[in-house]
Every structure is written in C-alpha cells, then in structure tokens.
C-alpha cells in the first residue's frame, strides 16, 4: 500500500458525459501528479500540483482540468467524454518536487470506461 | 524530449529461471526508476538508480544503472509467480515521470 488513495476504482459513464476522479496523497506530500495510462498511448502524464498550484503540465487535453485543495487532495475533471478517454487514470505523489529525484508513489489507479 | 525504450516487450518464463530487462535511454542517463505494475493496478515502487554503475538489489530483483551505455538492466533471480507483471522504467524530466512502454512478465509454473 503506497499511501495515495484514489476514487472510485471503477466509473462507467457515457460519451458526452462529465466525470470526477480523487486522489488523496500520502500524509506529508505536497505535490500530486495525474497520468493516463492506455493501450496505445502508454503511461502518460497528464499535471502536477504542488500546495494547491499548477505546477507543470503534459499532455493534458483542454476538456480535462484538475485542481489541488488546502487539504492537498485533488480532483481531476474530465467532460465532454469520448470513447477515447476510456483508460486507468492514476494519481501519484511526492513530498517536494524541487528535488530532481523524489520518487512518486502512486495510487492504485480509477478505471474509467466511456460506452 | 528523452524516450525510453524496453527490451524485450514481453516475456515468459519457467518458475526457478533468471530473467533480464533493459530499459534504453535516447539521452544521457542520470538516473532512473523501476517500477512494477500488478495487472490493470498501480505502480510499484522497486527502485531509484542515480549514479553510473550504480546496483541495487531488493530482494532477488537487481538493477544496475550504466550511464556510457545509456541503459539500465533489471534482473530476476530464481524468478517466482509473484513476480509477473509489467516491469516499468521511468526518467524524471522536468518534473514529470517520462516511462518506457514497459516489459510483460509471465512466470509459468
């Protein structure tokens, strides 16, 4: 058990449609960051958060926004679905990520499918 | 941006056998990850690698880092079914985990 807490751990929703994924991080880390992992994309990351800032982004699409609250957990917010954005969703943190080699810990990931 | 590339895809394996896994870098290595994922689960954390020449070992799994090759090895020894899974390297660029597309390992009995 890494000590990140994500939920749900399944979602089924349908295209069009507007979801929210949570993530607690460990007790002590700052900073959470948000992957999609995919078949033919791989794992790919998507933002990071650091005490409730943006902080860097990846390959994030413009229907997906996510945000970091003073209690340091975070939601990513995914709308306008397609059947595309059916994948494992994962959330991971760190305790400062100005250190170039903090590890992650990650959560154990929402599967979300888009019928 | 660097891109890491797995060798081989996947893998079957008898249960007792020992294993490797490379993990090639498209730029300088100045560290790595390994991680291990559970089927459709998270990741797990195995292990950091910093320096060149580095090894680590954590229990029978042993990675070794060698930054003039640009590659990092994982090896399995006497390798057992708690071992399958997909085996994950990982590089930090700008703040950010950059994986390879990871190795598939089966271990048959």
């Known amino acids: ?115 | 941006s660097q891109e890491l590339e797995q060798s081989p895809q996947s893998l079957i394996v008898q249960e007792g056998k020992n294993l490797t896994i490379n993990c090639t870098s498209s730029k300088t290595l100045y560290g790595l990850y390994w991680y291990k994922q559970k089927y459709g689960e998270g990741l797990i954390f195995l292990m950091m690698l910093q320096k060149g020449g580095e090894e680590k070992s954590h229990e029978k799994i042993t990675a070794k880092l060698d930054e003039k090759k640009q590659q990092s090895s994982l090896h399995i020894t006497a390798s057992q079914p708690s071992h399958a899974g997909i085996y994950l390297c990982g590089v930090v660029g700008a703040q950010k985990l950059v994986f390879g597309q990871g190795t598939r390992l089966t271990i048959n009995p």
Do not use: M
């Open chain 1, 1 to 115: 058990d890494s000590g990140v807490t994500q939920t749900p751990k399944h979602l089924i929703t349908a295209t069009g449609q507007r979801v929210t994924l949570r993530c607690s991080p460990r007790s002590g880390d700052l900073s959470v960051y948000w992957y999609q992992q995919s078949l033919d994309q791989g794992l790919q990351f998507l933002i990071q958060y650091y005490n409730g800032e943006e902080r860097a982004k990846g390959n994030i699409l413009e229907r997906f926004s996510a945000q970091q609250f003073p209690d340091l957990h975070s939601e990513l917010n995914l709308s306008s679905l397609e059947l595309g954005d059916s994948a494992l969703y994962f959330c991971a943190s760190s305790r400062d990520p100005g250190l170039d080699w903090e590890t992650q810990y990650f959560g154990p990931g929402t599967r979300l499918l888009v019928l």
